[in-house]
């Protein structure tokens, strides 16, 4: 059974930082992808950031790229949200999910498991 929980979120001020982390459990990762995605009230789900897990190439979302960096720690089983520069509009609920093809995408359907969520409230 695969498992997925995130963590970290919380209330900041615009221009702080925060880092999300998404533990993963139940199967071996290595050949995965696992991806960042974000829902705030009244708004679809979007694409934030994504990392193959072996090799770590990084993909990311226009909004975010240079203040947001995606990282995983092998020996964690942990992919984790480096979150810089936080604006407003990156309040959300931020997801992380895994996708077993391997192959990251900004495609939230591609996606085989989902985490429970985690809050992100940026104050202007």
């Known amino acids: 059974q695969v498992q997925l929980v995130e963590s970290g979120g919380g209330l900041v001020q615009a221009g702080s930082s925060l880092r999300l982390s998404c533990a993963a459990s139940g199967r071996t990762f290595s050949s995965y992808a696992m991806g960042w995605f974000r829902q705030a009230p009244g708004k679809e789900r979007e694409f934030v950031a994504a990392i193959r897990w072996s090799g770590g190439r990084t993909y990311y979302a226009d909004s975010v790229k240079d203040r947001f960096t995606i990282y995983r720690d092998n020996a964690k089983n942990t992919v984790y949200l480096q979150m810089n520069s936080l604006k407003p509009e990156d309040t959300a609920v931020y997801y992380c999910?895994?996708?077993?093809?391997?192959?990251?995408?900004?495609?939230?359907?591609?996606?085989?498991?989902w985490g429970q969520g985690t809050q992100v409230t940026v104050s202007s």
């Open positions: 999910a895994v996708e077993f093809g391997g192959v990251p995408n900004a495609t939230p359907d591609e996606y085989d498991y």
